[in-house]
Nanobody, 113 residues
Framework: QVQLVESGGGLVQPGGSLRLSCEFS????????LAWYRQAPGKQRESVAS???????DYSSAVKGRFIISRDNAKNTVYLQMNNLEPEDTAVYYC???????WGQGAQVIVSS
């Protein structure tokens, strides 16, 4: 059974940075694509970024140029580096494994002065 555990959320001022981590518990981590989604209060969950097993990345237009998704296959971990954060980035961020259909528990990110 694959489990995804996020960490690294918190409160940050506009223009600041945060890095989220998602630890994947299971085997064969390097062969799976992984993704980050977010859900703001009162809104639907939306895709933020994804990374393939080959390291090919994709981003939503809302975060492109500010966020960077990466993976460390030796640590079974995927990261989301979030830079130049805006109040509109406030949301619960979820790690997702498309192959398994599993979600993490979520990490709260609040961008506020």
């Amino acid at each position: 059974q694959v489990q995804l555990v996020e960490s690294g959320g918190g409160l940050v001022q506009p223009g600041g940075s945060l890095r989220l981590s998602c630890e994947f518990s299971g085997t064969l981590f390097p062969i799976y694509a992984l993704a980050w989604y977010r859900q703001a209060p009162g809104k639907q969950r939306e895709s933020v970024a994804s990374i393939s097993s080959a390291g090919i990345t994709d981003y939503s237009s809302a975060v492109k140029g500010r966020f960077i998704i990466s993976r460390d296959n030796a640590k079974n971990t995927v990261y989301l580096q979030m830079n130049n954060l805006e109040p509109e980035d406030t949301a619960v961020y979820y790690c997702y494994s498309p192959y398994h259909g599993n979600w993490g528990q979520g990490a709260q990110v609040i961008v506020s002065s």
